[in-house]
């Protein structure tokens, strides 16, 4: 008999929270079919009455704050203050998302002949699936359904089946605000089928996938028998340089609240510190003060596997070589088993694994460099383009790091680099297209040209 039922793990406590109905390819297609069905209405509509929706969803959204945040935190194991954050920067995509569509305008322009014009358009695309992770269960969702809705998108969308809840209940206020059903819908379940069911429809026009490479190029792979639009983000392995000129104390805790964000379980988290080698010690010292007392709450791992990879990694880079430079204490009310404490490791080298992999764990790994040329090849030397960090106070020499380095985020001694009007994606292998801002709209639009 086919698995009927899956459960919903508290990382927290380890124990079952509740059990969701596994979905999985007949649902999926269920849900495509009745999307296709209604996409005509819902492209129909004048923008500001999708405008008024998304926007009385945001209020929704924003009533719903704190339990929203609770529902994060109990699936993701984020501490609740943390989810609160989250839930405000997902809110914020939908409240950007029911503006900027008021702010679209195309352009026509004259002919060579006198009496003819040309006219670019931009229509939706149609039925996107959108497939999330997670990390954040709150706002991978928002920053992809708030612009495809918009734009007048039906979405069908697949969270992880780590963190359904804040799915379903975000999914929920959509509909109370006036988004049919048919035009948003939500499956889980069976990850394989559900996805199969997205890519092998032609009545899928786009799949908005933010997850692993791997699953990333799969989709990529199984989308080229119906063309599909991909947008797609597929994590980091973020450079993080500290400077001979940085200010260090700024350093550290800009550091620290990047690695913390999430318990380092985030594609943008700074991966690969390079110090240079005069202030390393310097440095080192100023991010062991910052962390030392414990100031920063953390979640545990979301589950035993992540769990163990991480200690795997760890033991495996100690048998290497690598140091332990400091390692934060077990808060006394920390009973989780997949609660890992903060570490700072020294004696790296760029051949390890814990610097070629994106390690999703609060891991400060410390590296040092001599000069900026050495440093930028360095820094460029990953599979991965995300995000990167430059700490300096010379701005110009900054810019010039940053213009010769393949990251699509860069933060300049600043490490929250996320937000609804700015975009985000990346180079090479971290994935195509871009999410936040106007961008992110026009992702979700076919564009047409017409002579007339
Ligand atoms: P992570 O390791 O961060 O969980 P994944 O890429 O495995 O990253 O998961 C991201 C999202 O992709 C989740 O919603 C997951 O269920 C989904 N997923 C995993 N495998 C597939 C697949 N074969 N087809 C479609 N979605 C998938």
Known sequence: ?????????????????????????????????????????????????????????????????????????????KPVKEALGEVDYANSFVKYYSQEILRLFGDSSPHYRKDQWFMNIAEPIGVVGAITPWNFPAAMITKKIAPALAAGCP?????????????????????????????????????????????????????????????????????????KKLVLELGGNAPCVVMKDADLNLAAERIAVGKFRNAGQACTSPNRIFVHETILEKFIESLINEISDNKYEIGPL????????????????????AKILFRCKVPKNQKSKTYFAPLILGNLNDDMRIIKE????????????????????????????LAAYLFSA?????????????????????????????????????GLGREGGKPGLMEYYENKFIIF
Not at 302 to 321: C, F, H, L, M, R
Not at 360 to 385: H, M, Q, V
């Open 1 to 77: 008999m086919s698995k009927k039922f899956f459960s919903v793990i508290n990382p927290n406590t380890n124990i079952a929270i509740c059990q969701l109905d596994y979905m999985g390819h007949e649902e999926a297609s269920q849900a495509i079919n009745a999307a296709e069905r209604e996409f005509s209405s819902w492209k129909s509509l004048p923008p500001q009455a999708r405008a008024d929706i998304i926007e009385t969803w945001y209020n929704l959204l924003k009533q719903h704050r704190q339990e929203l945040a609770e529902i994060v935190s109990k699936e993701s194991g």
């Open 302 to 321: 979301i589950n035993q596997a992540a769990k163990d990879k991480t200690d795997k990694i760890v033991e495996e880079s100690i048998s290497n070589g």
């Open 155 to 227: 979405v069908v969308l697949k969270p992880s089946e780590e963190t359904p809840l804040t799915a379903i209940k975000i999914h929920e206020l959509a509909l109370e605000a006036g988004v049919p059903r048919e035009i948003f819908g939500i499956i889980y379940g069976d990850a394989k089928e559900i996805g199969r069911a997205l890519v092998e429809s032609p009545k899928v026009k786009m799949i908005s996938f933010t997850g692993s490479v791997g699953v990333g190029k799969y989709l990529m792979e199984k989308s080229a028998s119906t063309v």
């Open 358 to 385: 994106e390690v999703f764990s609060p891991i400060f790994s410390i590296l040092s460099f001599k000069d900026n040329e050495e440093l930028i090849k360095r820094a460029n030397n990953t599979e991965y383009g």
């Open 394 to 430: 010379d701005l110009k020499s900054t810019l010039k790091i940053a213009n010769s380095i393949n990251f699509g985020v860069i933060g300049i001694n600043e490490t929250m680099v996320g937000n609804d009007q700015t975009i985000h994606g990346g180079f090479n292998n971290s």
